[in-house]
């Protein structure tokens, strides 16, 4: 290289760098580059910016929030390499600061950021770690991520931030009993709590189908409880009972050690671990191994469940006093374990059958002076909240323990709607709002057909934000009462990690918001735009998060009159740019923008996305309306449907709407135990050759597909000739499918068409048959 070269070069490598400088330093942030959650209490965005070098110091008086700081230093190590030094010496600039200030609050902080330092104030752990988890949140995204990043300017915007929580109760409920989760998803779980500033974890340890922790005085609860037998693939509705002894394979536990490592690892990201330990139902799992526990002298031995009971009449008996032993003795070992001021006992869902019959139960009632069984749940409740109170721990229980008494200082879980907590609230009791309508992850968060089979129901994020612990309804001093919120993810039908997370990310970060945040501050667009760059932080951490926010979703009408269908667009943003094409049009920036409703008169694919930055996002929105020959045509019923699934009347069957997975979307007809079988008048003649016949299959709730389709016709309505039939064996499924089902037979003309779909109704083990169909296609 010639000297002239070689300068130029340099002054191209040194020019380029002083650039890069300039750019970092004078990086020009606005309120939108702001996307905290949950929102700070307050955001004041002063001009200039501090940058991380690798020469940036911690200054750290009290050693004791030295695990808060690690995190941030951890980051840095795993992105730069960089291991920024703890000092307990000021130096004159490039430095973050811990201070502490006994007046604030618990688990508030205040981050002030300048040029040359950061200052982040708290008066204990929990606010300098909430501290650190904003000012990582103020970082770029791939602060998160998990190997070196080259090029990335470490800066951050000079800010003042003063934050602190609305609630102190801040939850998350795992299910560990219908599928196990392992201690290392806990602990994953919990770093993911603390970046949300979440604080509770509530583990839910035992219930029918697993008892999930280590008992050293009662082996057998995990040696024989916490496994049962595998059926994994059949639905978790349309499983097998189990036999008695029947040795069970799949399960897993947590041993006392386990426990106690995730309980100190909780304390360490500021979470509160309260277990779960239910009673007097949901026991199954412990009476499979000691019978003698429920009711009556020589109650009947049973299995661990593979998968749901209902209703639970297998529950402890409430007038055998080795009962209370056996829970008390459980309990000590619990409490030995979970340092927290609660334990849980659950309480909920007890069908009391037996104790209406049980000789033990009818004379525990009588000596102690009760009413009824109910009654006598509530003296099984409050007899447990003595033991309980005794030993310095407070109870907690699901609103079902309102029945018949409240234990005297009871806390209520409220998740039957928001009455339980009303009610709780209004006797002077503590309560906790996870009503399923708003805080139950185990629902839907988008439109079945594009989402993992889940238990039912539909909570969307925008549904989650919409969420308040306080009831309008409450007075001041009720609404003391409410120590925050929790959202629940039971899991029968959740048996993976990456299940899991799909279906708590990014609910969880809405929740987080609405039970730490000002109700007075929340604001659904701004709310949608920050969570969209969470959900790069998700990226980066590995987080199989919901994607479903973004996903199109049609309203469908039809005009039987004038043979079209009216279709409108949208999704859960505001304000969004929906873009769709028809037939095979490609679907890019050039797409035709959604703006009110769409009228559609012949058959077509209709494709449709939100666009960002003139490019789709998400999954692309499919879906063929087919106006076939029997179209808004006369139909008579053979055999009348349901009364509880009447679809959109009497022409269900050729409107062209089609049903989803949501069988309750009113879109499908249905028959119980009973065949389906009708007649259709094309009024002219008119030349077929196939009938395709829409319908669905879920196990869980009874609706199987149908096992034989017969087609027919006729010239006068009175004398049909069979030309076509198609046959299908019955099959175990664990899914929740769609399906069309077609029978083709030569070309012929014909006035009238009869079908008929042959329903399963009866199931190998006994049992009744719903058999669901949409739409029948005549071409």
Not at 7 to 18: S, Y
Not at 443 to 461: D, R, S, V
Request: net charge negative.
């Amino acid at each position: 290289m010639n000297n002239s070269k070689y300068l130029k070069f340099l002054v191209t490598i040194v020019f380029t760098a002083i650039i890069a400088c300039n750019s970092t330093e004078n990086k020009i942030f606005t309120e939108g580059d702001i996307s905290i959650i949950p929102k700070p209490v307050k955001t004041v965005l002063n001009k200039g910016n501090f940058s991380f070098t690798k020469n940036t110091k911690v200054v750290l008086f009290d050693k004791t929030q030295e695990q808060a700081v690690e995190i941030l230093i951890h980051k840095f190590n795993t992105v730069t390499g960089w291991n920024l030094e703890i000092v307990t010496e000021k130096p004159s600039s490039n430095y973050i600061q811990l201070i502490i200030d006994e007046n604030l609050v618990k688990d508030a902080y205040k981050l002030l950021v300048s040029d040359d330092k950061i200052n982040l104030t708290a008066s204990e752990y929990g606010g300098f770690l909430y501290g650190i988890e904003s000012l990582i949140q103020l970082l770029p995204a791939e602060i998160e991520s998990k190997k070196i990043m080259n090029n990335i300017a470490w800066v951050i915007p000079n800010i003042e931030i003063e934050d602190q929580p609305r609630f102190q109760w801040r939850g998350l409920m795992l299910d560990l009993s219908r599928h196990f989760f392992d201690k290392e998803y806990i602990k994953q779980t919990i770093d993911r709590l603390a970046k949300h500033k979440m604080n509770v974890l509530h583990l839910h340890l035992v219930d029918d189908q697993g008892w999930r922790i280590e008992i050293k005085k009662y082996p057998k609860l995990t040696e024989v409880g916490a496994w049962r037998v595998d059926q994994e693939d059949a639905h978790w509705n349309a499983r097998k009972p189990t036999k008695a002894g029947e040795k069970g394979t799949y399960g897993g536990f947590l041993t006392q050690n386990d426990l106690k490592e995730i309980v100190a690892y909780a304390q360490s990201k500021n979470v509160e671990v309260i277990p779960e330990i239910e009673m007097p139902a949901h026991v199954s799992s412990a009476i499979a191994v000691y019978p003698e526990l429920a009711c009556f002298d020589n109650p009947k031995p049973i299995g661990v469940p593979s998968g749901g009971v209902w209703p639970i009449t297998d529950i402890y008996c409430a007038g055998k006093e080795q009962t209370f032993e056996f829970l008390e003795n459980v309990l000590l070992e619990v409490m030995d374990i979970f340092p927290s001021k609660y334990i849980h006992i659950g309480g909920d869902e007890a069908t009391k059958t037996n104790w209406k019959k049980c000789p033990y139960c009818k004379k525990r009632i009588k000596n102690e002076g009760l009413k009824n069984e109910e009654e006598l749940q509530s003296y099984f409740v409050k007899r447990m909240e003595k033991f309980i109170n005794a030993h310095g721990k407070k109870l907690v229980g699901w609103d079902e323990i309102l029945e018949g008494g409240l234990a005297p200082d009871a806390t209520v879980m409220s998740w039957r709607g928001v009455k339980g907590g009303l009610e709780a609230a209004e006797q002077g009791h503590d309560v906790v709002m996870t009503p399923g309508t708003h805080c139950y992850f185990d629902h839907y968060q988008g439109p079945q057909n594009e989402e993992p089979l889940a238990i039912g129901g539909y909570t969307p994020l925008s549904k989650v934000y919409q969420f308040d612990p306080i009831v309008d309804s409450m007075t001041p001093e009720e609404a003391k009462h409410v120590l925050g919120g929790q959202a629940n993810l039971w899991s029968e039908y959740i048996p993976t990690t990456k299940h899991s997370e799909y279906m708590i990310y990014p609910r969880i970060a809405a929740l987080a918001e609405t039970v730490w945040s000002p109700k007075e501050s929340r604001n659904w667009d701004d709310f949608s735009n920050r969570i969209q760059q969470m959900f790069k932080r998700y990226e980066f951490l590995g987080i199989n998060y919901a994607k479903s926010i973004y996903l199109v979703t049609a309203n469908a009408t039809v005009n039987l009159e004038n043979k079209s269908v009216n279709l409108s667009l949208q999704n859960e943003f505001s304000n969004t740019d929906i873009r769709y094409v028809l037939g095979d049009k490609k679907l890019d920036e050039k797409a035709v923008k959604f703006t009110d409703s769409l009228t559609i008169k012949e058959t077509t694919i209709i494709k449709a996305s939100l666009f960002k930055n003139e490019k789709p996002v998400g999954k692309v929105f499919t879906d063929t309306i087919k106006f076939h020959k029997a179209v808004a045509h006369e139909i008579n019923y053979i055999i009348p449907f349901s009364d509880k699934y009447k679809g959109a009347g009497k022409y269900t069957f050729v409107n062209t709407l089609r049903g989803t997975k949501d069988f309750h979307d009113g879109q499908w007809q249905a028959w119980l135990d009973k065949d389906m079988e009708v007649v259709i008048s094309i009024d002219d003649v008119e030349e077929i050759s196939q009938i395709t016949v829409g319908s669905m299959e879920n196990q869980g709730p009874g609706i199987y597909y149908p096992i034989a389709i017969e087609v027919f016709i006729s010239d006068d309505n009175k004398t049909f000739k069979q030309v076509g039939e198609i046959k299908r064996e019955y099959a175990q499924s664990s899914k929740s499918e769609l399906k069309d089902f077609i029978v083709k037979f030569p070309k012929i003309k014909t006035k009238y068409v009869k079908i008929k779909v042959i329903n399963l109704k009866e199931l190998p083990n006994g049992g009744s048959v719903w058999l669901f169909v949409d739409e029948i296609l005549v071409e």
